[in-house]
């Protein structure tokens, strides 16, 4: 059983740049879940996709948009990096009618110069 | 609002000593509380969670964590720490359930030496 992989690993953008991120969710979860993990601190919530639609939205800006698709697989677009998007983005899935818990793939390294 | 405290940076600790990583939580409603593991340019693997129930949570490789209401605390502790328990550890919030966004706390990250 496969669970949460994240593509690409590490990820190196200049400023301005657009880059997209994607994840597919553990087999039986439908619903993916963005964090960005920034040096030193704790996971910072996106947003959150089910039945291809956002449910719940972190305080981000628009610059960050995401997608979830019919096999519940998602991606996360950032438009215009800044330098301050340099980050471990973390994708969590889990399944609406389960336990609670959240299950993190390995996450992918994006460094903006 | 939701928040969670790590008080401790880093948390040192003998081989074979007990540990404990302290927690505290900030939310509306009853808390769904979680502990994280990470390693380094890991993602992060659940420990343990509390839900609903007996206050003393067992969870993955020999830890545990006691929720404390009146203290809105939810501390981890191991009976004997091992030197691969070394890692970043993350306590998380959720008010609705862990299908709604995790609140995570700063990390604690522990040193067990030998």
């Not at chain 1, 610059?63 to 950032?78: A, I, K, T, W």
């Not at chain 2, 009853?30 to 659940?46: D, E, I, K, S």
């Amino acid at each position: 059983d496969a669970g949460v992989t994240q593509s690409p690993t590490h990820l190196i953008k200049t400023r301005g740049q657009q880059v997209t991120l994607r994840c597919s969710p553990k087999s039986g979860h439908d619903t993916v879940s963005w964090y960005q993990q920034a040096l030193g601190q704790g996971p910072q919530f996106i947003f959150q996709y089910y039945e291809e639609e956002e449910r719940q939205r972190g305080n981000f800006p628009d610059r960050f948009s995401g997608h979830q698709f019919p096999n519940y697989s998602s991606e996360l677009n950032v438009n215009a990096l800044l330098l301050g998007d340099s980050a471990l983005y973390l994708c969590a899935s889990s399944f609406i009618q389960g336990n609670h818990e959240q299950y993190f793939g390995p996450g992918t390294r994006l460094t903006v110069t | 609002a939701q928040s969670v405290a790590q008080p401790e940076d880093q948390v040192n600790v003998a081989e074979g000593n007990p540990l404990t990583v302290k927690c505290t939580y900030s939310v509306s409603g009853n808390p769904y509380l979680f502990w994280y593991v990470q390693y380094p340019n890991r993602g992060l693997q659940f420990l343990l969670k509390y839900i609903t129930g007996d206050n003393l949570v067992k969870g993955s490789y020999g830890f545990e964590a006691e929720f404390n209401k009146s203290q809105t605390s939810f501390h981890l502790k191991k009976p004997s720490a091992l030197v691969s328990d070394s890692a970043l550890y993350f306590c998380a919030v959720s008010a609705l359930g862990g299908y709604n966004k995790l609140i995570f706390g700063a990390g604690t990250r522990l040193a067990v030496h030998p």
